[in-house]
Each structure stands twice: as structure tokens, then as C-alpha cells.
């Protein structure tokens, strides 16, 4: 690709997590400890930019806040992660979208609680052309007629597009032709497979199926079973890395941002979507989405030996354990 502005833009909503740390849910009316609690920027496609940017590519974010505390912290979060942000709308009066994360360690449960803010989405007529067409690869998630066009827009200067494809959502999925990059979750596999009656166990052909309506590269994430994905006429799969996990919040979001790093960088898709697990797999020895998220020095070091060096990360570590800071 010709040289761009931006590596990676994504199309997408801040959240601010509140991520907590319990031994296990409390009984209707009664109190539990917090063990560990802290405040971190969220969102699927804004971690994944987060991801991107802790890698060294040029990384922006399009999307909107509220301009209460959460949507400042959540700015303030993705400039402290050198994310551009210059095209982000804060809107006054409104709400940002707000999530609480909670992992019991009794039950080695998660849970989530989240609402939305209550702010204007970007509308199609309001789309910056040249912003679009200034990015290697547009990252998304939910696929708005805005986004749509926005896909277009990259497309027309030869960019591509990647989708975090989380959940089924078959009305928005029908853009599975503006797609060049689809990684998809358990959850969507798993529904995908149910909605058009496929054996769960053809991970081959149930992906080389949904590669046929559209993406060049598919591939699903499968939590502690690794990945598997389908390209070109070729099939993959790649076993999760033996960590000590902490926390899996955003582990799918960084391995997105990750990927598309490693794809811009000229890896072939099987090596990319090795090194994305493995920025994962770091990911999740840190607690919330981003904390853990390895610069390209550290993850080099771990892939070589399998040692993780944490002096840097830990310093991220202290940074969100503040508390709330602008």
C-alpha cells in the first residue's frame, strides 16, 4: 500500500470501565470486598486502537462521548496511549457509555454490566472523505450506514477493512462484502453455525463458507482453544499460549489491533494471527483491557523466549491503579 497518514483508524464508541476484582458476587442484600478496583478506557474497536498504537502504528479514533467525566477519561486514556483523537466528538450535555467489569475469582466468572451514553451518533452526511482515505486500514465493529460509507471511502483509496464481529448480528452482517478482515468470536461462530445449520465441528468449511461472502481473510477466536482462520485455500490453527491469566477483558479487542499491525507489517495471516495471540496472551497477566498491553520490544522478547518482561508494563499498571486521572 502507498504510504498514509494513519496505519490503522477505527470506527467506533469510547467506553470507561470500572473493573473490579471480588472473590464472588455478594447474596441479594448483603455486602462484599472489592480485592482490587480500577478505571480504564474501553470499547472493543477503541482498545483494539489502543493495541495498535502500544505496537508503533500510526492510530486514530472516530466515534463520540458525552462531555462528563467518563467520556474526558476516556479521551484522556486514549491520548495517553498516543491515539489520535482529533476527530473524536464530545458532545455537550450528553453521556458517554459506561461499563462495569467484574471478574469473581471464587468462580473464575466474568460479568458485565454496561449502559450506553445518550450522545448523536456520526451521521453519514457528516463523514470527513479525506480523513477516510488517509488510513492503510479502517477498523469496525457495528456496521451504521455512517460506518458503511466510511468503508467505502477507504475502500475507494485502496485501504482495507477489518471487523471485530463479536456478536451475531445478522442485519448488520449483510456488509459481509465491504469486509476484508473478519476475526469473529466463539459466540459468533457458534451462532453463525446455528442461524445456517452447520456442523460446529467444520471449522473449515463453516469459515471458507462465510469467506465466500466476502472476506479475504477469516478467522474466529476460541478463548483458551486458540484460533483458527482460513485464507487464500489455506486453513489454520493456532493453540493459546500457557500464560498466568489475570483477566481476559479485551483479550479478542487487542488481538484485532494486533493483528492488523502484523498483516500491515507484511506477515502472512498464519504469523500475524500468531503474534496477535501472543500480544493477547500478554494482555491477560495484567488486570482490565488495556494495562497489559505489550509495546512491540516486550512481545518480540516473549515470542523469542517465552519471558515476559514487565518493568514497562507494570509502570502502566501503577498509571490505572490511581484511580481516575485527566
Keep these: 500500500m502507498s504510504e498514509k497518514k494513519y496505519d490503522l483508524i477505527g470506527f467506533g ?38 493495541a495498535s498504537a502500544r505496537l508503533g502504528a500510526k492510530t486514530a479514533l472516530i466515534g463520540c462521548v458525552g462531555d462528563d467525566l467518563f467520556g474526558k477519561v476516556g479521551l484522556s486514556d486514549l491520548q495517553y496511549n498516543n491515539v489520535d483523537t482529533s476527530k473524536m466528538s464530545m458532545q455537550k450535555g450528553k453521556k458517554s457509555n459506561f461499563s462495569i467489569c467484574v471478574t ?25 472523505e479525506e480523513f477516510f482515505k488517509s488510513t492503510r486500514i479502517m477498523h469496525v465493529a457495528l456496521i ?22 463479536n456478536y451475531y448480528r445478522p442485519y448488520t452482517y449483510d456488509y459481509y462484502d465491504k469486509i476484508d478482515i473478519f476475526i ?37 477466536t ?24 489475570v483477566d481476559t477483558t479485551g483479550a479478542g479487542d487487542v488481538f484485532h489491533g494486533a493483528f492488523d499491525v502484523f498483516y500491515l507489517k507484511g506477515f502472512d495471516v498464519e504469523r500475524a494471527a500468531l503474534y496477535a ?43 490505572y491503579d490511581k484511580g481516575i486521572t485527566i
Excluded at 455512517?146 to 471487523?163: F, L, R, Y
Excluded at 478463548?223 to 500464560?243: L, N, Q, S, T, W
Excluded at 520490544?297 to 523469542?304: G, I, N, P, R
Aim: hydrophobic share 35%; net charge negative.
Design 144 to 165: 451504521t450506514d455512517a460506518v458503511a460509507k466510511a468503508c467505502d471511502m477507504v475502500h475507494s483509496a485502496g485501504g482495507k477493512i477489518s471487523v471485530d464481529a
Design 184 to 220: 469473529g468470536s466463539e459466540m459468533y461462530y457458534n451462532a453463525f453455525c446455528e442461524d445456517k445449520k452447520l456442523n460446529p465441528a467444520d471449522f473449515k468449511e463453516n469459515m471458507n463458507l462465510l469467506k465466500s461472502f466476502g472476506p479475504e481473510i477469516v478467522i474466529f
Design 104 to 128: 469473581e475469582t471464587a468462580v473464575n466468572g466474568k460479568e458485565f454490566i454496561s449502559t450506553p451514553g445518550d450522545f448523536e451518533e456520526i451521521k453519514a452526511g457528516e463523514l470527513d
Design 222 to 245: 476460541f478463548g483458551e482453544d486458540g484460533c483458527r482462520g482460513v485464507y487464500e485455500d489455506k486453513y489454520f490453527e493456532i493453540p493459546a499460549f500457557c500464560v498466568d491469566a
Design 277 to 319: 495471540s501472543g500480544v493477547s496472551a500478554i494482555k491477560c497477566t495484567r488486570p482490565g483491557g488495556r494495562s497489559g498491553i505489550p509495546t512491540l520490544k516486550v512481545l518480540e522478547k516473549f515470542m523469542d523466549s517465552g519471558i515476559i518482561d514487565y518493568s514497562e508494563i507494570d509502570e502502566r499498571v501503577a498509571h
Design 13 to 50: 464508541d469510547p467506553f470507561l470501565d470500572l473493573v473490579l476484582k471480588i472473590d464472588k458476587l455478594p447474596e441479594t442484600n448483603t455486602n462484599c470486598r472489592i480485592n482490587k478496583y480500577g478505571f480504564q478506557g474501553g470499547g472493543n474497536v477503541p482498545t483494539a486502537c489502543v
